[in-house]
């Protein structure tokens, strides 16, 4: 499979090619035409079908470059003021219209004849559950959703510490932490916790708003709570909130006292009397630090070697979005905090967002962050874009097992043979870290919606709990315990996208298992992990996970066996 450096967007048969999406009449008359239009037979569907892909891909895209620009720039008033037009005032126009086409489409006669056909089980099953969960009254509330949660990235955005004379972005400042001088680590920790200290009552009132929004948002639509409401709407059909519990036993029992042992054996290589939580990033033999990249456009570069060595399909990909200028890699005082791949919907080529400083763990960010790009690519050609949306359980199989597989090439970040090994071993660390972390969120969160009246005070004694239940003992948070109350504020997941969280854990597992494959048989690891992807969103979750040749499945047998493969895997390091 070969593309060309530069793609360009597909002809249109519907929208103009001139359209500016400029305010809600530039879009009406296509709805207006969607919702008149007669459906005489099966191919009159088809094309209605393809027609309102376009419109939704046209909408989506604009969109997104409004998002991907307020991010990258939340200094800046214009690009801000542009997604809050669009959230405010073309968003809630559609909803209703929206709801129309897909009771439009559940009426027509000719849908049962294309349901045999591949995408159309998942697509029916998606309009239904979409139809189900309208409600016009939700309209404004979301509205106020989006808007608020805007303010979290405006907040966040805003952070700067100041560290012996230079101001830092947060994220700058965090690889200070890596630091072999430990009073440096110390005085670096206390910054940044206390910057972060100074937004929480803002953070926490903001919070307080959106969990109130959201409940009511869950009510109006007929359930018991906002986290039900997210599970239908998120389609979870697959499994359950129960599955979500088991995952969080499963976590605490086979995961915890792995990182527990971890802990003690850094607590014992650094000498220390007592381990803080400064201690955590760096090298606990004493080492400096591990340099991944020089510089954002170094980044890059090794990035694209690294992925062409996996594959050159996979190469081509990065290189395309460089030369198309979707990539915008490095931390920056304005810029809003942590990671994404942003799909856009017409054009095919995604845009990464990442804040970059040189540490290895950004490195493995644009390797998780370019396996959803990858994902958007394979899936780019699918007729509709239905089926392009893959189940975030999914997508993020895509990033996390990128992150492993793309290890058989770190030589090119880690020339060193030591390096290497060392920088080996922390991704499999970070699997020990990010497993309890994820069970950690998500228990907070199921907590947090089915106690929808709770105060603040509950909320800080329920994450203490939930912290101290995945957290090793041997930390000691002694005179930091305020950092602690509050350290979910971190979390944007929790202000941007609730609930959306517990997809880490299970595809972290599946990547392990997708891992595991490869390590046996590269080719047909590889092959099972593009098979799966090109799948988008025309079949179940268990289904694309049974054709990267794993199981979906996160019982406590599942999950001990692949950490004691894990476990292998750092013996032979």
């Given at each position: 499979m070969t593309i060309a450096e530069k793609i360009n967007r597909p002809k249109r048969t519907f929208i103009p090619e001139d359209i500016n999406v400029s305010d809600w009449n530039s879009l009406k008359l296509f709805f207006e035409n969607l919702l008149s239009r007669e459906l005489v037979d099966v191919q009159s569907l088809r094309k209605w079908l393809s027609d309102r892909s376009e419109l939704e891909s046209v909408i989506s895209e604009d969109m997104g470059w409004r998002y991907i620009k307020m991010t990258c720039y939340t200094d800046n008033d214009e690009y801000s003021k542009s997604y809050q037009d669009f959230v405010e005032n073309i968003q809630p126009e559609i909803a209703p219209l929206a709801d129309l086409l897909n009771k439009k489409l559940a009426a027509s006669p000719f849908l049962t004849s294309l349901e045999g056909e591949r995408g159309f089980k998942i697509l029916i099953r998606n309009l239904k559950k979409d139809i189900e969960l309208f409600r016009e009254e939700n309209i404004p509330l979301f509205t106020q959703i989006n808007t608020d949660t805007q303010k979290y990235a405006q907040i966040s955005g805003a952070m700067m510490v100041e560290i012996r004379g230079k101001e830092l972005t947060l994220q700058q400042a965090s690889v200070i932490l890596q630091s072999t001088d430990r009073a440096k680590r110390e005085e670096t920790y206390r910054k940044l916790a206390e910057r972060r200290l100074k937004d929480k009552t803002e953070l926490d009132d903001l919070f307080s708003k959106l969990i109130d929004l959201r409940h009511q948002v869950s009510k109006n639509a007929g359930f018991a709570n906002f986290r039900d409401y997210m599970f239908k709407s998120y389609g979870r059909f697959d499994y359950t909130p129960k599955d979500c519990f088991d995952f969080h036993d499963a976590i605490a029992s086979e995961v915890v006292p792995i990182l527990n042992e971890l802990s003690k054996e850094r607590k014992k290589k650094l000498n220390v009397s007592s381990l803080r939580p400064w201690d955590k990033a760096v090298d606990p033999e004493g080492r400096e630090p591990l340099k991944a990249f020089e510089n954002g456009s170094d980044l890059t570069d090794k990035s694209i070697a690294s992925f062409h060595r996996l594959d050159p399909f996979l190469g081509h990909c990065l290189s395309i979005m460089k030369s198309m200028g979707h990539l915008d890699l490095e931390s920056r005082k304005g810029k809003a905090p942590g990671g994404y791949n942003y799909p856009l919907a017409e054009i095919g080529v995604p845009f990464i967002f990442m804040n970059a400083t040189s540490t290895m763990r950004d490195m493995t960010t644009i390797m998780h962050e370019g396996g959803h790009a990858v994902h958007n690519f394979l899936t780019k050609d699918l007729p509709l874009g239905d089926f392009k949306s893959p189940p975030m359980e999914v997508a993020e199989l895509a990033s996390m097992s990128m992150e492993l597989i793309s290890m058989d090439t770190w030589d090119i970040f880690f020339p060193d043979p030591e390096d290497l090994k060392r920088a080996k071993r922390e991704q499999l660390e970070d699997?020990?870290?990010?497993?309890?972390?994820?069970?950690?969120?998500?228990?907070?969160?199921?907590?947090?919606?089915?106690?929808?009246?709770?105060?603040?005070?509950?909320?800080?004694?329920?994450?203490?709990?939930?912290?101290?239940?995945?957290?090793?003992?041997?930390?000691?948070?002694?005179?930091?315990?305020?950092?602690?109350?509050?350290?979910?504020?971190?979390?944007?997941?929790?202000?941007?996208?609730?609930?959306?969280?517990?997809?880490?854990?299970?595809?972290?597992?599946?990547?392990?298992?997708?891992?595991?494959?490869?390590?046996?048989?590269?080719?047909?690891?590889?092959?099972?992990?593009?098979?799966?992807?090109?799948?988008?969103?025309?079949?179940?979750?268990?289904?694309?996970?049974?054709?990267?040749?794993?199981?979906?499945?996160?019982?406590?047998?599942?999950?001990?066996?692949?950490?004691?493969?894990?476990?292998?895997?750092?013996?032979?390091?």
């Open positions: 699997i020990i870290e990010t497993l309890p972390w994820v069970a950690t969120i998500d228990q907070f969160q199921h907590w947090i919606y089915e106690n929808p009246t709770h105060s603040q005070e509950d909320r800080k004694k329920n994450w203490n709990a939930v912290f101290a239940r995945y957290a090793d003992p041997i930390t000691d948070w002694s005179g930091l315990e305020e950092t602690r109350d509050f350290a979910w504020q971190k979390q944007l997941h929790l202000y941007e996208v609730p609930f959306y969280y517990i997809e880490y854990g299970m595809a972290q597992l599946g990547a392990i298992a997708l891992w595991r494959n490869y390590k046996l048989d590269k080719q047909k690891g590889l092959e099972g992990y593009m098979n799966a992807l090109k799948l988008g969103n025309l079949t179940t979750i268990p289904e694309i996970y049974k054709a990267a040749n794993i199981k979906f499945d996160f019982s406590k047998a599942y999950i001990k066996e692949l950490m004691d493969f894990v476990k292998e895997e750092f013996a032979k390091i």
